[in-house]
């Protein structure tokens, strides 16, 4: 049985994800097995579940996406999905170091995607460990992690070669979507003239950007600790629905923006964060530091993403609307502090 509530209106989700389970156990043979489900997390196009199926002599477990619902844009979402983590696993260079989740079944029909399940604990909780309880043994093992994943974002940017070069109107394209929606939004949330400001600042960053910013590869656009497995010495990266080209350096300071995220969390020594940013960053480059306008460029870019995902929350009688304000507050002075150095 699950052991969080799963959100409202889900039963059509449940009905599925048990119906696919069925399927699945008679594919691997164990039609007589019993099903059991855990919901892990989402509500808004898919919901993920830990699945096992279990008998007298053996189990086997999985995880399941299931939409949630079966709408052209959910069934989609899914299809995508089940499609680029297909493609990136026949693609990805697999080693005793690297790797990333295996495609197990899709089910058009029912909107439902399975995965193999991975042995491991997430890296977020990892590093979260090293910085709240600082051993010697955890601070060496989080940054022996943290240098795996720059090897593994090089591993899947190689496995994928794209021709061509990006435009500056590609890498502005994305500032300019997130400006027009906070732009919309309702109460009010971007004057004009900040719009204005982020655009100029933008404009002439790009036109500044290195070479090496316009190299296009395939990005996995959610390149995050949480979206990442270390099992023992290996690092196994998954969700893989918003894969598509974009500039070499997306996923970097995506990144490190996620790690900047744990700044927020009690007990974390700031010092050490910093130092696993810097790690992380010198594992992909052997330069000193980061280019100053690309940092400038990508942080401002995921800002901008930051209080988009904020604004949703803010809305009257939303659980979090309060919290949501304050951050959105908070994110709002670091945008114009970004803007104006």
């Known amino acids: 049985m699950p ?44 919901l993920v579940f830990r699945v096992t199926i279990s008998r007298a002599s053996d189990a086997i477990t999985f995880f399941a996406k299931v939409g949630a619902n079966l709408s052209d844009d959910v069934r989609a979402f899914v299809k995508k999905e089940a499609t680029m983590t297909k493609a990136v696993y026949e693609r990805f260079p697999h080693s005793s170091e690297l790797g990333v989740v295996e495609p197990a079944y899709y089910f058009p029909d029912q909107a439902v995607f399975t995965t193999k399940s991975i042995d491991g604990t997430r890296l977020d909780y990892e590093l979260l460990a090293a910085l709240r309880w600082p051993t010697r043994r955890r601070t060496g093992r989080a940054l022996e992690l943290l240098e795996k994943c720059a090897s593994w974002l090089k591993a899947f940017q190689n496995s994928w070669p794209l021709d061509g070069n990006l435009e500056e109107g590609d890498l502005l394209a994305g500032i300019r979507r997130q400006l027009q929606r906070l732009s919309d939004a309702r109460p009010a949330l971007f004057p004009p003239a900040l719009v204005s400001m982020v655009e100029d600042v933008t404009e002439t960053l790009a036109s500044t950007l290195g070479k090496d910013a316009y190299r296009p590869v395939m990005r996995h656009d959610d390149f995050a600790p949480w979206n990442i497995i270390a099992n023992d010495d290996q690092v196994i990266v998954y969700d893989f629905p918003n894969v598509q080209p974009g500039s070499m350096h997306y996923d970097r300071y995506y990144f490190d923006q996620a790690l900047s995220t744990f700044r927020k969390k009690p007990f974390v020594n700031k010092r050490q964060l910093d130092r696993f940013r810097r790690h992380f960053a010198l594992s992909l480059d052997e330069t000193a530091a980061n280019p100053v306008a690309e940092q400038r460029f990508f942080s401002i870019y995921f800002c901008l993403v930051r209080i988009g995902s904020l604004e949703f929350m803010r809305r009257p009688r939303f659980p979090l609307s309060i919290l949501s304000r304050i951050r959105v507050a908070h994110e709002m002075q670091r945008l114009k502090v970004l803007c104006e150095n």
């Not at 048990?18 to 919901?39: F, H």
């Open 3 to 46: 052991t969080k509530p799963i959100p409202a209106s889900s039963d059509d989700v449940v009905k599925r994800l048990l119906v696919t389970s069925r399927m699945y156990s008679e594919e691997a043979g164990m039609g007589d097995a019993s099903v059991s489900y855990q919901y892990i997390t989402g509500y808004r196009r898919a």
